[in-house]
């Protein structure tokens, strides 16, 4: 910004956010459910997942830390840089709201999964854990290809795409590692830790949809030229994304048995993604992993409330977003 830009905005008048009056159809929305959403890492007795901790080979204990690790990377650099690249592109001032609060529960997230390793690990392997991000180059070219975008968000067109990299991360990028999660949760191992993971889903879901809207809204903004564009764009992050995500898939869980089943699941969770973009599916998939897809609903869980919080927990009365809710006249 130069001088003539600083004095600009000094001397520009200043609107205050106006919740009385509805911008559109579908933010207002989206703000209450964030907000009755709300939770916190700490109201998750994470502690009851000790026992079944240590009844984990070292292998799948291993494998479980390190897709946390993964996870922990991405919600940090997306609620430091993906939410703030949109929102400063982003006027209208209830939106900025919603994004804001999304970007709080994306540091939320990357803090539950610390308040995992501290339950679980000694400082010791929590250190040797976060060396082991910084040193996997798959790990680091996933966060260096989304950081490529949202560091460039700089116009209309660069907005949009930072929107479609926001949706891949939220609705698929993060799934090689929801995966083993729901996966041991499904079978009656680290239940608490568990339901941290169907609370951040059922978050990603509502984020997923709301920046595909929005993303939605930017790109039937532009001719059909500039459209064409953008849409090759995409797809071929999308290819970049699954290449690497796939040899990422491989690395993390080789030996287990479960790599083309966690492959599969990515590319579910990217159609799902496209889809929430407003496109049709691109990947053929096969049937997902059952006990991953029950793990995957982010409709209400019941659990006794003294054992397990469960995914039911919430602010006020809550009721599933559903895609039709999204249709309008």
Known sequence: MNKLQEIDQVNKVHKAVNWDTEDDEFTQAFWDQNVKQFWLPE???????IPSWSNLSEKERILYKRVLAGLTLLDTKQGNDGIPSM??????????AVLSFMGTMEEIHAKS??????????????????????????????????????????????????????????SFLFYSGFFYPLFLAGQGKMISSGEI????????????????????EKYNQFGYDDRNELKDKMYDLLKELMDNEEKYTRLLYEGTGLEEQVIN?????????????????????????????????????????????????????????????????
């Open 87 to 96: 929102m400063d592109l982003t006027e209208n001032l209830q939106r900025k």
């Open 265 to 329: 699941f990515l590319k579910y969770n990217a159609n799902t993604a496209l889809t929430n973009l407003g496109f049709g599916e691109f990947y053929k998939v096969e049937p997902v992993n059952a006990i991953v897809l029950n793990g995957l609903s982010t409709e209400t869980k019941t659990h006794d409330f003294f054992s397990t919080k469960g995914n039911g927990y919430q602010k006020g009365i809550y009721e599933d977003l559903e895609d039709s809710d999204f249709i309008f006249e």
């Open 197 to 216: 993971i169907s609370l951040i889903l059922r978050d990603e879901s509502l984020h997923g949809k709301y920046i595909g809207l929005l993303a939605q």
């Open 113 to 170: 999964y610390s308040s995992i390793f501290t339950t679980l690990l000694s400082k010791k392997e929590i250190d040797e854990l976060f060396i082991w991000i910084e040193e996997e180059p798959l790990l680091q070219n996933k966060a260096k290809i989304v950081l490529r975008q949202y560091k460039n968000t700089t116009d209309p067109k660069s907005l949009y795409l930072s929107m479609v990299t926001s949706v891949f991360l939220e």
């Open 43 to 49: 109201e998750i007795p994470i502690s009851k997942d």
